[in-house]
């Protein structure tokens, strides 16, 4: 059975940096394209980036671009998801997802930004 479980949320300031970390448990994880979304209170999930089964491949949504970093460790099971220049809009619970032959979610890690 797969598990992601995410990590290192917590409350920061602005401008601050965080690095989220999502563990993968399980098989095969080389052949899941990973990705972070998020969801702010009162609004919907939301992608944030993803990265392809290799690494060599990201995408990012506008409002992180230049800011965020999504990397991954095959050999350790893991994606990460690095913030900089963290601002309040950035607040939001942090979902890790994986898709291959199903997709499968996190639990979600709280970040919040404080002004």
């Known amino acids: 059975q797969v598990q992601l479980v995410e990590s290192g949320g917590g409350l920061v300031q602005t401008g601050a940096s965080l690095r989220l970390t999502c563990a993968f448990s399980g098989r095969s994880f080389s052949s899941y394209a990973m990705a972070w979304f998020r969801q702010a209170p009162g609004k919907e999930r939301e992608f944030v980036a993803s990265i392809s089964v290799s690494g060599a491949n990201t995408f990012y949504a506008d409002s992180v671009k230049g800011r965020f970093t999504i990397s991954r460790d095959n050999n350790n099971a893991a994606a990460y998801l690095q913030m900089n220049s963290l601002s309040p809009e950035d607040t939001a619970v942090y979902y890790c997802?994986?898709?291959?032959?199903?997709?499968?979610w996190g639990q979600g890690t709280q970040v919040t930004v404080s002004s």
């Open positions: 997802y994986g898709a291959f032959s199903f997709d499968v």
